[in-house]
Nanobody, 129 residues
Framework: QVQLVESGGGLAQAGGSLRLSCAASGRSFSVYAMAWFRQAPGKEREFVAAISWSDSRTVYGDSVKGRFTIYGDNAKNAVVLHMNSLKPEDTAVYYC??????????????????????WGQGTQVTVSS
């Protein structure tokens, strides 16, 4: 089992910045990639960004490209999401997720939520206009 604990988030003004962090514990050595998803009220869960643990390959959702940056802190078994140029439409609950992947897989981080085996509880991000 892998446990994921998110921190950060909160309230920001449009154009501002926030930082989310997700710490992994338990069998975190089995994780291939970590990602952030978000879900706004009345909307489906949306992919935000992901990073592969071994080679730090990244992939971003179209709506956040150029504004958000994901990176890993291997020493802390954590993944960080820096969110810049925030917009009101970024308001959502942000979830951290971990993908174990199958042994030998090295195709890069994936954006489909179904690949992710473990999920955090979520943290609220609210952007005011």
């Amino acid at each position: 089992q892998v446990q994921l604990v998110e921190s950060g988030g909160g309230l920001a003004q449009a154009g501002g910045s926030l930082r989310l962090s997700c710490a992994a514990s338990g069998r975190s050595f089995s994780v291939y990639a970590m990602a952030w998803f978000r879900q706004a009220p009345g909307k489906e869960r949306e992919f935000v960004a992901a990073i592969s643990w071994s080679d730090s390959r990244t992939v971003y959702g179209d709506s956040v490209k150029g504004r958000f940056t994901i990176y890993g802190d291997n020493a802390k078994n954590a993944v960080v999401l820096h969110m810049n140029s925030l917009k009101p439409e970024d308001t959502a609950v942000y979830y951290c997720a971990a993908d174990r992947a199958l042994p030998g897989y090295n195709g890069g981080p994936r954006y489909q939520s179904g690949w992710y085996d473990y999920w955090g509880q979520g943290t609220q991000v609210t952007v005011s206009s």
